[in-house]
């Protein structure tokens, strides 16, 4: 098979940039954009054997916490602060190319900053919302696809805690914030294996887990 390759130069008055892409390669790079943290994050990404697909250019922005996978075939995308209409249509552009058949696209509100401090995906079939700001299509299309709601009650554990913002490890099995036992407690109850850990200087930056956690490649699990 020939090995997939692709160039991309571009020339502008004030850049000449060239761009060569290898989706066979070694995870081998020769990076140099001028840019000591996104050259170390290139870098990663080659090393692990990452394709870049594309970059959300022109007028777009696009944050990944603004993309909420629901099956391999449907995912929400946030539009707000973070993410313009231009960048969730660039993305969705690329996730239909992908075999995704159902993005549905979410409002985020005014005083949020992405989709997972709202909701989030904790096992093949149950999911986390905060009530008072998740948008009711977001409920619909869950129950849709059979999920079961768990609602975050307290809304210090919502916004101070953070209690939707956990990183899941593993179908039914979460990496979560302390501090937020109500959440906790819903969470083991519906058969979900909860691991908590101190996360007070990540919240100083009014982030927590899932905000700093971007999964690169992950092992199919049957028929999701």
Same mark, same amino acid.
């Given at each position: 098979? %020939?090995?997939?390759?692709?160039?991309?130069?571009?020339?502008?008055?004030?850049?000449?940039?060239?761009? !060569?892409?290898?989706?066979?390669? #070694?995870?081998?790079?020769?990076?140099?954009?001028?840019?000591?943290?996104?050259? *170390?994050?290139?870098?990663?990404?080659?090393? *692990?054997?990452?394709?870049?697909?594309?970059?959300?250019?022109?007028?777009?922005?696009?944050?990944? =916490?603004?993309?909420?996978?629901?099956?391999?075939?449907? =995912?929400?995308?946030?539009?707000?602060?973070?993410?313009?209409? #231009?960048?969730?249509?660039?993305? %969705?552009?690329?996730?239909?190319?992908?075999?995704?058949?159902?993005? @549905? #696209?979410?409002?985020?509100?005014?005083?949020?900053a992405h989709l997972d401090g709202m909701f989030n995906i904790a096992d093949r079939d149950v999911a986390v919302v905060f009530p008072w700001q998740t948008p009711f299509v977001v409920a619909e299309t869950l129950r849709r696809y059979g999920f079961r709601i768990i609602e975050v009650q307290d809304i210090h554990e919502a916004k101070r805690g =953070? =209690?939707?913002?956990?990183?899941?490890?593993?179908?039914?099995?979460?990496?979560?914030?302390?501090?937020?036992?109500?959440? %906790?407690? %819903?969470?083991?109850?519906?058969?979900? #294996? @909860?691991?908590?850990?101190?996360?007070?200087?990540?919240?100083?930056?009014?982030?927590?887990? *899932?905000?700093?956690?971007?999964?690169?490649?992950? !092992?199919?699990?049957?028929?999701?």
């Amino acid at each position: 098979m %020939a090995i997939r390759r692709a160039v991309v130069e571009r020339r502008t008055r004030e850049t000449d940039v060239r761009v !060569e892409l290898r989706l066979d390669g #070694e995870g081998q790079a020769d990076i140099s954009t001028g840019i000591g943290f996104f050259d *170390h994050l290139l870098e990663a990404l080659a090393r *692990h054997g990452v394709p870049i697909i594309r970059t959300v250019s022109g007028t777009g922005t696009f944050e990944g =916490a603004d993309l909420m996978w629901i099956h391999r075939k449907a =995912a929400f995308i946030g539009v707000g602060n973070r993410t313009n209409r #231009e960048g969730a249509r660039q993305v %969705a552009e690329e996730l239909r190319r992908m075999g995704v058949e159902d993005i @549905v #696209e979410v409002q985020v509100p005014y005083g949020q900053a992405h989709l997972d401090g709202m909701f989030n995906i904790a096992d093949r079939d149950v999911a986390v919302v905060f009530p008072w700001q998740t948008p009711f299509v977001v409920a619909e299309t869950l129950r849709r696809y059979g999920f079961r709601i768990i609602e975050v009650q307290d809304i210090h554990e919502a916004k101070r805690g =953070a =209690a939707m913002n956990f990183v899941v490890l593993e179908p039914g099995k979460v990496l979560f914030a302390k501090g937020n036992p109500q959440t %906790a407690a %819903a969470l083991d109850a519906a058969g979900v #294996e @909860v691991v908590e850990i101190e996360v007070d200087e990540l919240r100083k930056g009014w982030g927590s887990l *899932h905000c700093m956690t971007a999964f690169l490649k992950r !092992e199919p699990i049957g028929s999701w």
